[in-house]
């Protein structure tokens, strides 16, 4: 005996619990979708994965109240984006098998989608930051710290978390720029960098100036606090006619040396250095340049040395 076929869904009946096929073609997507960046190659296996094994979770969408027969997607926006591959490979309207929410409100859309993609890790921060920025406005609490417990309930993550994610969103977009996933990863300001930048001054260019340096610089979060804390004269050190605190002083030393000499290790265990010039076309040049580099870094190191253990007898 035949399985019944399924009737695809041409118009706006709900689907009363259970999934029910829907023409690609008659699915819009969530414009206030918190959700922004989408890594292409996931997407690319993901539409693989349809077509070979099926939709294996259906997607969410509710009644377009404006348009008869069209649907708009509230959860599970990275599988009608692989669907998009496969209409644009096959040159077919493919079908989304699709739960019908019955519910027809902004604010209940918008909080089924964050819910949907707060805890999947390829969740970009920026986006992530956002998401929470948007649910602390909406939220109904009387003062800052009740909208941020509003919101951690809701996201079931801690206060810290979310006040740490609201000061990202207020990061200028020169900045967030820099966090795009797509940079080679040296050319990335990380999360944790980004969260004490804008924690450290509300100045746009002064965030712009420490990121930059940031990662020009290869600073771990470690350098950056102490960056942060020498470019905006906060703890008495740095900048500004202020005096310089010796014990912070000491700690920046340290976390030259101590970066460095991780630095230098990983440098000297980790790359063949025949190899990184067999490639260059100015190979000679370019190892007498970065010879006389080393030359004068190791001439530094030395004067350090001296001063280090010209008090105290060292060895």
């Known amino acids: 005996m035949a399985k019944p076929s399924l009737q695809i869904v041409e118009n ?3 689907g009363l619990g259970k999934p029910l096929p829907v023409k690609l073609s008659r699915i819009e997507r969530y414009a206030e979708q918190p959700r922004r960046y989408f890594d292409p190659k996931s997407l690319e296996e993901l539409a693989d994965d349809i077509q070979i094994d099926g939709q294996r979770t259906p997607v969410s969408v509710c009644r377009n109240s404006a348009k ?9 926006e990275r599988r009608l984006r692989a669907f998009g591959i496969i209409r644009d490979r096959t040159g077919t309207d493919p079908i989304v098998n699709c739960f019908i929410d019955t519910v027809n409100d902004e604010r209940h859309h918008f909080r089924k989608a964050f819910l949907d993609n707060i805890q999947r890790e390829d969740l970009i921060p920026l986006d992530e930051a956002a998401a929470y920025r948007r649910l602390f406005n909406e939220s109904t609490g009387e003062s800052h710290h009740a909208k941020v417990v509003e919101v951690a309930r809701l996201s079931k993550k801690s206060t810290s978390h979310v006040e740490n994610y609201l000061e ?6 020169s900045v967030k720029k820099l966090m795009n996933p797509e940079l080679p990863k040296d050319e990335q300001l990380s999360r944790t960098s980004a969260v004490d930048i804008a924690r450290s001054t509300n100045d746009p260019a002064l965030r712009l100036a420490l990121a930059q340096e940031a990662i020009e ?3 771990d979060l470690a350098e950056v606090r102490m960056l942060i804390s020498v470019k905006t004269g906060k703890s008495g050190y740095g900048i500004g006619g202020r005096m310089r605190k010796p014990a912070d002083d000491y700690k920046a030393f340290k976390i030259f040396l101590g970066g460095a000499l991780n630095r230098a290790r990983r440098i000297r265990q980790g790359i063949d250095i025949n190899g990184l010039y067999a490639n260059r076309d100015q190979d000679l040049e370019d190892r007498k340049r970065d ?3 080393i030359r004068e870094l190791v001439s530094h190191l030395n004067d350090l040395l001296k001063d ?3 008090e105290g007898g060292g060895s």
């Open 308 to 310: 280090v253990e010209s």
């Open 291 to 293: 010879a006389r580099i």
């Open 12 to 14: 706006e009946e709900p």
């Open 168 to 173: 990202l969103d207020t990061l200028p977009d």
């Open 68 to 76: 008869g027969g069209v649907f708009i997607l509230i959860g599970g």
């Open 217 to 219: 610089r290869g600073l």
